[in-house]
């Protein structure tokens, strides 16, 4: 089973790659780099959320 790295910030484009890769079924771990910005903890949890979502949206697409 293949495995990426996403650096994952929630925004559009690093969403996209991320489910691309879920849809190849491919093994994600996906990486926020924190760097000091003032709006970070509202996307770190907002990426958090939407990782969560990616996985299950994938997961039901797969078992249909």
């Known amino acids: 089973m293949k495995k990426s790295v996403v650096l994952f910030s929630g925004g559009v484009e690093s969403t996209c790659v991320l489910y691309l890769k879920?849809?190849?079924?491919?093994?994600v771990y996906p990486v926020y780099a924190k760097c000091g910005m003032p709006w970070e903890r509202f996307e770190y949890v907002k990426a958090t959320e939407l990782w969560q979502e990616a996985k299950e949206a994938v997961l039901k697409i797969q078992t249909h």
């Open 22 to 27: 879920l849809l190849e079924g491919q093994v």
